[in-house]
């Protein structure tokens, strides 16, 4: 069975989808019985404030977001240039392995989630493989949960957006000639700044201003693999797969059925460039890994950093 759906992101977020989802599966397969989460539909949770307070700067929505500035113009011109082409759906599995062995990488510069090193290790291959300027400012934006992070925390079931966008932003030679502690660190700089103030700036912004996030020169990543998906089950079995996604800036981390701790990257690029995404993301990181293994680079000892 192929089950097809399309959501608006009006109606929910991430979490919202996977509780619909979850609620519609259980009542297929249990009729009888009701959802194991109830549905929680006041907006009125997430209203702006009268008068708005927009105390923070917001760069997810651009370089100068607080007066309304729109991005460069060489920033604009990469977004012409990835709309302009074909694009090629890709999805490409990091193994509990990978993820374990890229994360030694950072070891014992920095400390980090799967999520953060995975997404910067992600970012990083897409850049490189798009053969970006060396100067370009390009950003990473990633939806971060928040319904904990405010005063009060919204209530179980809520379908609403209860995410904002985080945003790490650097040059790309920056980017590249670092390693991944770099990247990771602007990542967990991003994610610290998400307190219930900021939340609150980002509401009355986007009621003020009706600001869109800025897609001029970004890389957007939402992570769907810790939402359960691969527990659906509509009385016939659990899901096998999860996938395509075309887009031209935005990626998935989708979870893998029999792999706890894998991800399944779903993205698209554009068609010239997919050998090389897969190569800097999979292929060149298996070889390397391949020939520390040769020269006794495994076990207990360090990993080497590797640039990839």
Known sequence: MILCTAINH?????IGTSQFLQAWAHATAKPMSDPQIGPFHDRTMLKPRKPPQI??????????????????????????????????PISLTFTSSHILHLKKQCTPSIKCTS??????????????????PSTLQI??????NVRNKLKPNLPQGYYGNGFVLGCAETPVDQLLASGLYYGIRLVQLAKHSL????????????????????????????????LGLEELDFGSGKPVY?????????????PVVGDSGATNVIMSVPEGVAERFEHYCIKGFEEREEKDEIEGVNGGERYREIAV
């Not at 999520?115 to 493989?129: D, G, I, Q, Y």
């Open 10 to 14: 009006c109606l929910c977020d991430g």
């Open 55 to 88: 105390n923070f700067a917001h760069p997810e929505f651009g370089a100068n977001s607080s007066n309304g500035s729109h991005p460069s113009s060489p920033s604009l011109s990469l977004n012409q240039f990835l709309l302009s082409q074909t694009l090629t």
């Open 115 to 132: 999520f953060e090193m995975l997404a910067v290790h992600v970012w990083r291959a897409w850049a490189k493989s798009l053969e970006l």
């Open 139 to 144: 950003k990473l934006l990633f939806s971060v």
């Open 195 to 226: 307190h219930d103030g900021y939340v609150r700036s980002i509401i009355d912004l986007l009621e003020e201003k009706r600001s869109m996030p800025d897609m001029s020169a970004s890389l957007v990543i939402s992570a769907w693999s810790r």
């Open 242 to 254: 999860m996938g395509p996604l075309t887009s031209e800036i935005y990626c998935v981390f989708a």
